[in-house]
């Protein structure tokens, strides 16, 4: 489990990161085994190299989308943007050397 030290973000600043996600393609995929070690490794590995990615639960997930993208954002110490039918938009500033300025 990695440490919580979430930003809570404001909603100018989810909208803004709610534009730059509209455009992305998924990048991790939950699908009928859920939130597994290698999912989770996955989504903080593109969080580390990207700061913000989409999330999509397939349809033989037996999970609800926003309970397991809810989840997945708690494991790997991101924020949760926005969850829309099957997808989800995660995002986690790298202190190293951020990406994305946010207003």
Known sequence: MVEATQTILTGKQKRFLRALGSTLDPVVQIGKSGIIDTVIATAGQALAAREIIKVR???????????????????????????IGRNGLLYKKNEEKSKIELP
């Open 57 to 83: 639960v397939l349809q033989n997930s037996p999970e609800v989308p926003k309970t397991v993208i809810a989840a997945l954002a708690r494991a790997t110490g991101a924020e949760l943007v926005q969850v």
